[in-house]
């Protein structure tokens, strides 16, 4: 059997364009929707959406959803969004839900495409969840705020005006308070 080189046959078989539709907004403006989003896209899409809906003690899954949401309509359609569209990301959500623009952009991606992000989404989420109440998270996390934590304490201590304890100390043993010590 022959062998052929990937890069060969990609150049006979594979798309060097990226596979589109036109989705219809009204009479005057239509949205490109691409179909197939590369991995490393992906992987971005899903990292910015865990790292935003992340809070204290997990993720926040309303915030969630909504990030996911709208950073989907981001990555796969042809719209320009200014800077301040993609720093307020609830305003946004709730423009592109009023326009019904998140239902004709999800709509439109590949069912399959669409269910893959999902999972991908999901699995990362489980493995985040369970990396950050691990044991060793928790014992890293300590490590690498101890010594902001021991500073801060070394400030208040060289800080502190212990004459003014010395006087609250004076007043009572004047006063007859039991058990005040020097």
Not at 35 to 54: F, G, M, V
Not at 108 to 134: A, G, V, W
């Amino acid at each position: 059997m022959d062998t052929i080189k990937f890069n060969e046959l990609y150049e006979l078989y594979g798309s060097s364009e990226e596979s589109t539709i036109t989705v219809p907004f009204n009479e005057n403006v239509n949205i490109k929707v691409i179909q197939y989003l590369p991995a490393e896209e992906k992987n971005d899409l899903i990292t910015l959406s865990l790292q935003q809906a992340w809070e204290e003690n997990g993720y926040n899954e309303f915030k969630l959803d909504t990030i996911f949401q709208v950073y989907i309509v981001f990555f796969y359609s042809d719209i320009e969004f200014t800077d301040e569209e993609k720093q307020n990301l609830f305003d946004t959500y709730d423009k592109l839900y009023n326009l019904e623009i998140l239902d004709k952009v999800i709509g439109s991606i590949p069912e399959e495409e669409y269910d893959d992000l999902c999972h991908f989404l999901d699995t990362q989420k489980e493995n985040n969840l369970k990396s950050r109440t691990s044991f060793s998270y928790t014992a890293q996390r300590i490590v690498d705020t101890l010594p902001l934590q021991a500073e801060r304490m070394k400030e208040v201590i060289d800080n502190v005006d212990f004459s003014k304890y010395q006087q609250v100390i004076n007043v009572a043993a004047a006063t007859g308070a039991n058990n005040v010590s020097n």
